[in-house]
């Protein structure tokens, strides 16, 4: 069987890493594509997959002004940017991998699904917890009633506080008329993945959170507006010279240096620091999403979860308890530990041994995700998918009335 052709629309982390699933198994996927208006990015994936200059633009349009080139279509665009070239290459008859979250809104994401439907093409969203092996062990004994009926869960996204400082607030996704709420950009992944082990629809929801600390008001005494000039940089946890710099001298080039500069050295990462937004303070940025979020959800059939988003941690897997009629379970997103109110003893399950041939970021989901896509496009079976439109708009409604629930105040019905 031929492998899987693929068109790649957004040629930067997201991009790259779907992507590099053809790298590592050639025989179920080729890139033959790709749409990125940066040249080395653009360059860069096209040189390391061999596409020709035909099939290689510089905008999304371009791409989809053509005739079909290819079976499917990876669209990581940035988070605004995703209708457009859904729209577009749904009607074109592509099979699509759409990167997380589909749109800000809610009638971006209702436009997206529409198109999908009415195209009748295959459609998988980004979002990649439900396809490690950790997530499908641990639905599998909730499926199987292993601990009863699902009664509460408590679920914790540790986002680490050198993470937050990177990406929501120097970084990309610090500003929501720019991107989109925290909520959305960073956790959409975990109210997706909260409605798949429920396994049933969200009625109400209320939420609570603000920005704290990484405002002017909290900056120190003595701080300057970069971190390459300040007098208290040396104490400051969130001091970019730590994060960034140092790492360069120890000779560390990906995630998240990359994200700074195209080739990673400590002379191109000074620079960085010196003229770019991430050596700024991080009390000083243009950042206005929270830092901290609590989010209470109730299902059908009584079944409750509270999820709490914090930047204040080391940073780590997602850690959850889920509590059922015959006992309760323990996750750390690794390790599972499954307590049976009738033998009163604990099993303990390590999903890390479950299959070491899906490699890849997210514990194993970006791949796993990538490979049930190329599936379900090879087979035309969409069963492979586990992120389907409907649910995935679903999930997208959900954080968005949590949003409205923390800036007014209530309970919001959906």
């Known amino acids: 069987m031929n492998p899987v052709t693929v068109l790649i629309v957004g040629a930067g982390g997201r991009g790259n890493t779907y992507s590099s699933f053809a790298e590592k198994f050639p025989d179920k996927a080729k890139v033959v594509g790709v749409a990125e208006p940066r040249d080395w990015y653009r360059e860069d994936l096209a040189k390391r997959h061999q596409i020709s200059l035909e099939n290689t633009f510089t905008d999304w349009h371009e791409a989809a002004k053509r005739e079909r080139l290819a079976d499917a279509v990876v669209v990581a665009t940035q988070d605004a940017m995703h209708v457009g070239p859904a729209v577009a290459f749904a009607q074109k008859g592509y099979h699509m991998l759409l990167e997380k979250p589909m749109a800000p809104d809610a009638e971006g994401c209702k436009t997206i699904v529409d198109a999908v439907l009415d195209a009748g093409i295959l459609f998988a969203v980004g979002h990649v917890l439900r396809y490690t092996a950790y997530t499908r062990t641990l639905k599998k004994l909730v499926s199987e009633g292993r601990i009863g ?204 041994a479950a299959d070491a041939s899906i490699v890849g970021g997210h514990g194993g989901g970006d791949f796993g995700l990538m490979g049930s896509f190329i599936d379900a496009v090879s087979s035309n079976d969409p069963s492979h998918i586990l992120s389907g439109p409907l649910e995935t708009l679903e999930s997208h409604l959900t954080v968005f009335a949590a949003e409205e629930a923390r800036k007014r105040g209530k309970v919001v019905a959906l």
């Open 149 to 352: 009926e699902v009664v509460s869960i408590e679920h914790l996204e540790p986002v680490g506080y050198w993470h937050q400082a990177h990406s929501f607030v120097r970084g990309n996704w610090r500003n929501e008329s720019e991107s989109s709420s925290m909520l959305l950009a960073k956790s959409c992944h975990d109210i997706d993945w909260l409605r798949h082990i429920v396994g049933k629809p969200c009625l109400r929801v209320s939420s609570f959170g603000s920005l704290k600390h990484f405002r002017r008001e909290a900056m120190p005494e003595g701080a300057s507006e970069r971190c390459l000039d300040c007098d208290v940089e040396a104490e400051c946890p969130y001091s970019a010279k730590k994060l960034y710099l140092d790492a360069a001298h120890e000779g560390r080039t990906g995630w998240p240096l990359d994200v700074l500069v195209q080739e990673v050295n400590p002379e191109t990462i000074t620079q960085a620091l010196r003229d770019g937004p991430y050596g700024r303070c991080v009390y000083s940025c243009d950042n206005d999403v929270v830092d901290h979020q609590v989010v209470i959800l109730e299902y059908e059939g009584s079944t409750t979860a509270s999820f709490t988003m914090t930047a204040f941690n080391k940073g780590s897997g997602r850690k959850t308890r889920i509590f059922g009629t015959h006992g309760e379970i323990e996750g750390d997103s690794s390790e599972i530990k499954l307590f049976d109110f009738r033998t009163k003893e604990w099993k303990n399950i390590d999903t890390n």
